[in-house]
C-alpha cells in the first residue's frame, strides 16, 4: 500500500511540476485603488492556495479546540465511572460482614 502511495504521490508531482513548467508566463493581478502585482502565474497560484490553506486551518481550529475539551472532559466521566463499577465489583465480592450483636 506505501508504494501505491508513493507511486501515486510521483505521479502527482510530476502532473504538477509538468503544470508549473508550462505556466511560467508572467501575470499581472490588480487590486483596488491602482494596486498591482506582477510575477509568474505559478507563483501566484501557489501563493494563494497556501493562503486559503492558512485560512482554512485557522477557521477551523475553534472547531477543533472545542472538541479536544469535550473529549477531555467525556474521558475524566469515563474514568470515574470506571473507578464507581471497579467499587461496585469489589463490594459485590467481599463477603457480608457479620451482625453485630448489641447489648442491652
Do not use: S
Not at 501563493?47 to 490553506?53: D, H, K, R
Request: contains cysteine; proline residues 5%; glycine residues 6%.
Amino acid at each position: 500500500m506505501k508504494i501505491l502511495f508513493r507511486i501515486f504521490a510521483a505521479i502527482l508531482f510530476i502532473v504538477f511540476f509538468g503544470f508549473a513548467l508550462k505556466n511560467t508566463g508572467e501575470v499581472a493581478l490588480q487590486f483596488f485603488m491602482g494596486y498591482e502585482i506582477r510575477g509568474p502565474l505559478v507563483l501566484l497560484l501557489l501563493g494563494f492556495f497556501a493562503c486559503g490553506a492558512v485560512l482554512g486551518v485557522l477557521a477551523m481550529a475553534p472547531t477543533v479546540f472545542r472538541y479536544r475539551r469535550e473529549t477531555t472532559r467525556h474521558r475524566k466521566i469515563i474514568a470515574t465511572m470506571e473507578k464507581d463499577v471497579q467499587a461496585q465489583e469489589l463490594a459485590r465480592t467481599q463477603p457480608p460482614l457479620p451482625d453485630t450483636v448489641a447489648h442491652l
